[in-house]
């Protein structure tokens, strides 16, 4: 899943948006996300509601009263520089080998 999807602006800083009088510049960091997931059969129609108005599954299971609580929280660790290897393409050796054969000066005509 894209980290824009759930509105982390810079990952390795653990920096999500959010627009508030202690976060004038639309992000502040956080500790880390909590995710709760829910399956609905659509009513139809252009309205995002439920048929019925249940839900067909959700995770974690909900407790008493239908409500889902004590969600764990996703945290990863922040990051000052990202873990790289570089390495030749395969359209690398192709092209050293075109390259290669090419005369040092041009032929005359």
């Known amino acids: 899943m894209p980290w824009g999807i ?10 999500v948006l959010f627009e508030g009088k202690d976060s004038p510049r ?6 880390g996300l909590r995710f709760a997931v829910a399956a609905f059969e ?4 252009s309205e995002i509601r439920a048929r019925r108005g249940k839900s067909l599954d ?3 299971r909900p407790g008493p009263g239908g409500t889902v609580t004590d969600l764990p929280i996703y945290a990863w660790k922040r990051w000052e520089a990202p873990a790289y290897h570089s390495f030749p393409k395969r359209s690398f050796f192709i092209l ?10 041009p032929k005359g005509r």
């Open 6 to 15: 759930v509105n982390v602006t810079d990952p390795s800083s653990r920096s």
């Open 26 to 31: 639309g992000f502040r960091e956080t500790g």
């Open 42 to 45: 659509p009513a139809g129609g």
């Open 58 to 60: 959700v995770l974690p």
């Open 96 to 105: 050293k080998e075109a390259l290669g054969e090419l005369p040092d000066e």
